[in-house]
């Protein structure tokens, strides 16, 4: 292995020495300033392109102590490295194999995104969140090679992850719509895994997304009143025109779930997690979501109990 300047041991050193300066509450800044902290990062950035698998696990887990420490650019490089590693193809131009690392690139981003400190959530949310809704995408599209599918899910869980801290953050918010968009794809695939990372996304997304985009614009309208018939009698557009033409969020799925056997489950799944999530939001919608569902409920009950349930109403 070629001398890149940093060995598995001194950065196993550095992290050692890390770890004794937070339990002794010795401050790192009174030792390192910012030209030696941009030369460590600098060389442990290096060892992300190591052909040694394990050289790189070490690099990976020293970056996640350095993003607690550093700021400004090298932040910015942290965060473009991490994620040019993940998207890359396993096997890219240089003929260098990446296959049975995205695991590792993704462990880092994760980590970062946990650990950033909330001044530098904003830096890190530009630099990630464009990206990975076009990695998400190109997976739910099948673009990538059977080498590389896990970077869709991981681009699905790294999306989440940032939601779950970053979710009314400036510069996240104006990409609410391309989110929901990825997400509906997702939930449309025939892949159940995807499916459900979709409806993870949603729901982590619904902490910041406006009104207007979780329920639609006429959401609040009172939902239209009709008489009940039977399941033999209602046809696929008298179903449809009994759904609100909106574009919300929790409207389509409700629509999705009335118009999609196959993928009910999940499609129920995410629609509780997302309720579940912006809990007394949902109140203003009440009278309109209740009665869709329960439209939705008499056409997959046997007869024998929709017909007991009818007589109850």
Request: net charge positive.
């Amino acid at each position: 292995m070629p001398n890149s300047g940093l060995t598995q041991s001194s950065v196993v050193d550095s992290m050692e020495i890390d770890s004794y300066n937070r339990s002794n509450h010795v401050s790192p800044s009174k030792g390192i300033d910012s030209g030696m902290l941009q030369k460590i990062c600098k060389a442990v950035l290096k060892q992300l392109d190591d052909k040694n698998t394990e050289v790189q696990s070490i690099a990976v887990k020293a970056l996640g102590v350095l993003v607690t420490k550093v700021s400004g650019d090298n932040l910015n490089t942290i965060t473009d490295k991490l994620l040019a590693m993940l998207l890359t193809p396993a096997s890219d131009s240089s003929g260098t194999e990446r296959n049975g690392l995205k695991d590792l690139y993704g462990i880092g981003l994760k980590k970062l995104i946990n650990d950033v400190p909330n001044s530098y959530g904003g830096t890190v949310c530009q630099r990630l969140v464009s990206r990975l809704i076009s990695g998400a995408e190109m997976s739910v599209k099948g673009d990538y090679e059977d080498k590389d599918k896990e970077v869709g899910p991981y681009c699905f869980t790294l999306l989440t992850t940032l939601l779950s801290r970053f979710a009314t953050n400036p510069y996240v918010v104006p990409s609410a719509p391309h989110i929901v968009r990825v997400a509906f794809l997702a939930l449309n695939c025939d892949n159940v895994s995807l499916a459900k990372l979709g409806g993870g996304l949603l729901s982590m997304g619904g902490r910041g997304f406006e009104d207007e985009i979780l329920f639609g614009s006429q959401a609040t309208q009172e939902a239209p009143k009709s008489p009940r018939r039977s399941k033999a009698r209602r046809s696929k557009r008298e179903k449809a025109s009994a759904l609100p033409t909106v574009a919300g969020v929790i409207p389509q799925i409700l629509s999705l779930i009335d118009n999609n056997a196959s993928n009910r489950v999940v499609l129920c799944q995410a629609l509780g997690s997302i309720i579940s999530t912006v809990g007394h939001r949902c109140g203003k919608v009440v009278d309109t979501v209740v009665p869709m569902l329960l439209n939705i409920l008499s056409d997959t009950l046997p007869a024998e109990v929709s017909e007991k349930r009818a007589g109850l109403v």
